[in-house]
């Protein structure tokens, strides 16, 4: 079955950097698009980034754009997200999310369980 | 930047009907998504494409899109429904992806 394990969250003082992975298994992760969405302790959903599946196209939200670079390991089926610059702003639980094969306008339709970020005030 | 608007919450009856609207500019032009998300869990997507089901999503749950305004409807409501419901689009003259700020369902 599809699986998205999400790693190395933790305690992080404002403006050091932090890396986050995603292992994936259960599908054919070369050919998939593969999203970072956060969501800040009791607050909504936000997109954060995403690369296609042969890393040709990464896209940010205006948030992290400059401060974060997503990157993919196809031979190791994992995903990443470094992550630099951090804020107090940025601490959120982190997920990644498979895109639907119907390309860019379908939905999310793999979630892993988060790794959670913390950037103490 | 592209915004979708949702109601904060949503209250509703078991055996009731819930509707849980999802707005943005001309957002019947394109394709919504919502997850569920229960609390310390993962978003689970429940319809994609407007109004197709995932498999294991029950048929209570349907979509509708037209205009500015997209619906989320739960029929025949239970407890087990009471989450965080969020409506999704890709923005594609920004390549963003854009979620609604989600609405609480309560089970009364």
């Known amino acids: 079955q599809v699986q998205l394990v999400e790693s190395g969250g933790g305690v992080v003082q404002s403006g050091r950097s932090l890396r986050l992975s995603c292992a994936a298994s259960g599908f054919n992760f070369n050919s998939a698009i593969i999203h970072w969405v956060r969501q800040a302790p009791g607050k909504g959903l936000e997109w954060v980034a995403v690369?296609?599946?042969?890393?040709?196209?990464?896209y940010y939200s205006e948030s992290v754009k400059g401060r974060f670079t997503i990157s993919r390991d196809n031979s190791r089926n994992t995903l990443y997200l470094q992550m630099n610059g951090l804020t107090f702003e940025d601490t959120a639980v982190y997920y990644c999310a498979r895109q639907h094969s119907s390309g860019y306008y379908g939905p999310l339709d793999y979630w892993g369980q988060g790794t959670l970020v913390t950037v103490p005030s | 930047s592209y915004v979708l608007t949702q109601a904060p919450s949503v209250s509703v009856a078991p055996g009731r009907t819930a509707r849980i609207t999802c707005g943005g500019d001309n957002v019947g032009g394109k394709s919504v998504h919502w997850y569920h998300q229960k609390p310390g869990q993962a978003p689970v997507l429940v319809i994609y494409?407007?109004?197709d089901r995932p498999s294991g999503i029950p048929e209570r749950f349907s979509g509708s899109n037209s205009g500015n305004t997209a619906t989320l409807t739960i029929s025949r409501v239970e407890v087990g429904d009471e989450a965080d419901y969020y409506c999704q689009v890709w923005d594609s003259s920004s390549d963003h992806w854009v979620f609604g700020g989600g609405t609480k369902l309560t089970v009364l």
């Open positions: 494409h407007d109004d």
């Open positions: 690369v296609s599946y042969d890393i040709a196209h990464k």
